[in-house]
């Protein structure tokens, strides 16, 4: 049973800076793909960044240079280091999972490219 829970999330002024997390469990995969989306009120659920067993990585275009993904040794925590936060960044920002081998995209992840999902944690801007 896949379990992945996001947190971190929080009020952030422009420019600001936040890093969220998302612990996986209930899985061990030698190989797999995992990634970050985030959905605006109103707006469909977009991919932001994705990681894979090669140690590749891929953003999309909107935050490359802003934000980083990256997982912990044990490779059971994902992170996403958000700088240079811009009202345009807030939402519900979810984690998935794949198993298996890729080919690392170098493209943001889309919906259909991961199959197990969090919750999410909200990102909110405060003036």
């Known amino acids: 049973h896949v379990e992945l829970v996001e947190s971190g999330g929080g009020s952030v002024q422009s420019g600001g800076s936040l890093r969220l997390s998302c612990a996986a469990s209930g899985y061990i995969y030698s190989q797999f793909s995992m990634g970050w989306f985030r959905q605006a009120p109103g707006k469909e659920r977009e991919g932001v960044a994705a990681i894979f067993s090669t ?28 700088n240079s936060l811009k009202p345009e960044d807030r939402g519900m920002y979810y984690c998935a999972t794949r198993e298996g081998y890729t080919t690392p995209w170098h493209r943001a992840p889309r919906i259909n490219d991961l199959d197990f999902w969090g919750q999410g944690t909200q990102v909110t801007f405060v003036s």
């Open 55 to 82: 140690g590749d990585t891929a953003y999309a275009d909107s935050v490359k240079g802003r934000f980083t993904i990256s997982q912990d040794s044990a490779e059971t925590t994902l992170y996403l280091q958000m």
